[in-house]
């Protein structure tokens, strides 16, 4: 791990393998870079991979706030730090949503986007109704606070549902993409989910004015697939690929279909 010191003091740790165009991977709501473990090893020999931890999450740092354009400030003052230019960024999940609040801010360092299982709003309400309702997400705040091993537990178990995973691959997984990492605290994550449950997104879709690849798994049952093909719809330069048979994390259980989706879009 490295480590970048941001202008307020506090250390962003991040991953880094390979050298070429910057290729930055994001991670999702209550995991860390250790969940991108296969994919900096696979993709070093063309790219330059970073993958950071999100403040509060990983070794990074916590501060005072959680919401989307906090966590995109410091990966944005991290960007200018390392001085990144012509990048990709790939987002998923929570991270595809760090992306659309970063992407207007740092459009200059951006060449292309990928968001992967990700959505504008993570719940649904007024014209909204590709997401999970706010009551099963005010729900899940609240099994946090009642017993927070289990519910990070079950909400990592529920990316895979309905996927046939074999259960060594399922340990594999588990090791280095949790038991590698660390979780965040359970205030992090309770208000990094507060973040979730209010925000809403969808302005910020057509300013992402550059080639786009929206991966989303057609199992998907916490970011749902409507979702991803809203995002499809409304980016300018958008290519769409829903995978049959697949939840949450593609990329952790179709690693080389995934990865190849990947180069083939960023060459």
Known sequence: MRQFVLADGRRLHYREAGHGQPLILLHGWAMSSAVFTEALTELADEFHVLAPDLRGHGASEGADGYAFADFAADIGEWLDGLDLRQAAVVGWSMGGQVLLELFAAQRARLAKVVLMGSTPRFTAGGDWAAA?????????????????????????????????????????????????????????ALAALESLRRADLREKAGAIDCPALVVHGALDRITLPAAGRWLADHLPQARREILPEVGHAPFLTRPAQVFGLWREFLR
Do not use: W
């Open 132 to 188: 999970l309702p706010v009551g099963q997400v005010r729900a899940m705040a609240r099994d946090l606070k009642n017993n927070y091993l289990k519910t990070m537990g079950d909400f990592f178990a529920l990316q895979f549902a309905g996927e046939a995973v074999e259960r060594q691959r399922y340990r594999q997984i588990v090791d280095f993409a949790v038991h590698a990492g660390r979780l965040p605290e359970p205030a992090v």
